[in-house]
């Protein structure tokens, strides 16, 4: 079975500090990856998603960047944080070879970070 | 307008009734629909996923899609106090290459349940 894993779990991070978030899928190969953002009371936002190695797309242009490494890892960014970089840090995985309509998401454990 | 709308809530519903979640979308060629499942300060657990216009029934948990409507359910029977979480609507968008779809995610419906 599939497992995903991320770390830290929880990141308390003063302004204008680097960032480095990573995430690491088991038991699948060339999978779709993706890293969202959830503030307090808002839904999930999509930041940047990868369908293979070194192939990164962001959505939404901020101070935050991704890097794929190697097939089951995926990293999360940022030189210098903002206090609006707060929030819950989730990587999913979907399996391409499902199909492109069949894009089931399963998420990781989640990292929380507050910018202070 | 939002790409996929829920009512945040809270929902409340007493303990054995049935919880009526619901969703709207706001594009026609959406394809692909699931319902997460969100404890607070944990992350979202896949529980539903329907594709084509009916009701899908998995457990005490049913899924309805009418795409005339643009509209998607969850029906939760049996309501339990585990059940008290949020739940997100999820809609695959057309658009991507690779194998990718977009996901959106509505913002959730919290569903309380009273013992």
């Known amino acids: 079975s599939q497992t995903i894993h991320q770390w830290p779990a929880t990141l308390v991070q003063p302004v204008g500090s680097p960032l480095s978030l990573e995430c690491t899928v088991e038991?699948?190969?060339?999978?779709?990856l993706y890293w969202y953002r959830q503030a307090a009371g808002r839904g999930l936002q999509l930041l940047f998603y990868?369908?293979?190695?070194?192939?990164i797309s962001s959505e939404v242009p901020q101070n935050l960047s991704a890097s794929r490494p190697q097939d089951r890892q995926f990293i999360l960014s940022s030189k210098k944080l903002l206090l609006s970089d707060s929030g819950f840090y989730l990587c999913?995985?979907?399996?391409?070879?499902?199909?492109?309509?069949?894009?089931?998401?399963?998420f990781g454990p989640g990292t929380r970070l507050t910018v202070l | 307008q939002k790409e996929v709308e829920q009512n945040s809530g809270p929902l409340s519903v007493p303990e054995g009734a049935i919880a009526s979640l619901n969703c709207t979308y706001s594009?026609?060629?959406?394809?692909?629909f699931f319902w997460y499942r969100q404890y607070s300060g944990k992350s979202p657990e896949l529980i539903m996923s329907?594709?084509?216009?009916g009701d899908k029934e998995d457990g005490r948990f049913t899924a309805q899609l009418n795409k005339a409507s643009q509209y998607v359910s969850l029906l939760i029977r049996d309501s339990q106090p585990s059940d008290s979480a949020t739940y997100l609507c999820?809609?695959?968008?057309?658009?991507?290459?690779?194998?990718?779809?977009?996901?959106?995610f509505g913002i959730g419906t919290k569903l309380q349940v009273i013992p």
């Open positions: 038991g699948t190969s060339n999978p779709n």
């Open positions: 329907i594709y084509s216009n």
């Open positions: 594009d026609r060629g959406s394809q692909s």
């Open positions: 999913a995985w979907s399996d391409p070879r499902r199909g492109g309509s069949y894009n089931e998401q399963f």
């Open positions: 999820a809609v695959s968008l057309r658009g991507g290459s690779g194998g990718y779809q977009k996901v959106t």
């Open positions: 990868s369908v293979g190695i070194g192939q």
